[in-house]
């Protein structure tokens, strides 16, 4: 365990510390800048979601909003707790994003969860774990592994998680495996574009509102008024 | 407004691909940090604080309850507010659920100065269902230097400041291990970025951690948050 010091030893190592952590800071403000710069690829196909209120397009998943972030939520056959339950990993993750999306649309920004497994599944499973996000239904269609692969190698393949990174590059199949991550989308000029996307853990600081912001293609904007509020304080 | 260049997914790849080792960089020096958080030389908290919660007195240390750790977070609520600073209410709503904090032995508590019957009727306005402590009638704010001696009427929440400290408890004593303020406050958000500011850290077993601390297999610790065993 770490020595005891005094308050004055203690607080000369935590402004070193300090240091180091602002510097963290500054490059995380860099990567938010640099995501912001990243080219967009416009969404040639129309995707259809099982939603509550019927059948969407990923455009009509904006909700009248210009920015779109998808979390990719484990939920199919492959997961453990299947059928009943999603994910215990993106479980934890949403128990944490429930709270932060009530921050989001105020902001301008749609957040809602994706997954393969059918709607009265999410529904069920949603009450039980008392979340409040949008979650809707991709079965029958491709869009995960469209937004887990991006060549047409990898769509043949199923490989090339996380932009093709060494690491579980044999035993992950996209085709059958279900993975988490987050996608970023813009609606501009009635055109649906992706814009970022996120696997692994890079999901790592995604929880909090400010972490999700700086991964929208408008970053976190001017601050508007009134925003944030409590969370029943919105109008 | 300039928006960026339209490309291929091909290109658009190959773009992400180059931030992605950025990111991964960004992802290792996070993990040094937390590595060097958890060296951090810690301070006996020599007083007997006294807090007050909804069921009467409660001394700082049954803030662990029971658990080894503990992460305070100094909540922004003024005695004489009704309702409590709303940057610190976005900080509690993306808290998570407190089963993932239990399960690595940490507990979660707020801490505010104003009294204990405010801070549970604003706690039920928000539907939260984290310990909420009052300093009221205790030097502890002050001493933690988030207080005004006196509340400052007219101020922002009378003048109160917001943080975030992590205490360490050994038997019966009790020990300071960490702060952060402001931006630092502002990067929290999922349970592991908190178990980073810790003294044990995860306790995952890839962590560079000193000689002899409990760690296991990462992505195994974790249940839904109602199948953990109690």
Known sequence: ?235 | MDLPPVVSRSEWEGARQELLAKEKEATRARDALAAERRRLPRVRVEKDYVLQGPEGEVPLGELFEGRRQLILYHFMFGPNQDAGCDGCSMVVDQLGHLAHFHARDTSFALVSRAPVEKLEAYRERMGWDVPWYSSFASDFNVDFEVSPEEPRVGEYQDGETFALDVFLRDGDEIFQTYRTESRGVEALGSVWSYLDLTPLGRQEEWEDSPEGYPQGKPYQWWRRHDEYET
């Open chain 1, 1 to 235: 365990m770490s020595p005891v010091g005094t308050r004055e030893e203690w607080l000369e190592a935590r402004t070193r510390l300090l240091a180091e952590e602002k510097e963290l800071t500054r490059r995380s403000d860099e990567l938010a800048r640099k995501r912001q710069e990243l080219p967009w690829v416009q969404v040639e196909q129309e995707y259809v979601f099982e939603t509550p209120v019927g059948p969407r397009t990923l455009t009509e998943l904006f909700d009248g909003r210009s920015q779109l972030l998808v979390y990719h939520f484990m939920f199919g056959a492959t997961v453990p707790g299947w059928p009943e339950a999603g994910c215990p990993g993106c479980s934890y993750t949403a128990d944490s994003l429930d709270g932060a999306a009530l921050h989001l649309p105020p902001h301008g920004v749609t957040f809602v969860a994706v997954s393969r497994a059918p709607l009265e599944q999410l529904e069920a499973y949603k009450r039980r774990m008392g979340w409040r996000f949008p979650w809707v239904s991709a079965e029958g269609s491709d869009f995960n592994l469209d937004f887990s692969v991006f060549t047409d190698e990898g769509r043949r393949t199923g490989k090339g998680f996380n932009f093709g990174t060494a690491k579980h590059t044999d035993e992950i199949d996209l085709r059958r495996d279900e993975l988490h991550g987050l996608s970023a989308f813009v609606l501009e000029g009635g055109v649906v574009y992706h814009t970022y996307s996120t696997y692994d853990r890079g999901t790592d600081a995604l929880n909090a509102t400010w972490a999700l912001l700086d991964r929208t293609a408008f970053g976190r904007g001017e601050d508007p008024e009134n925003w944030p509020l409590r969370h029943d304080e919105y109008t």
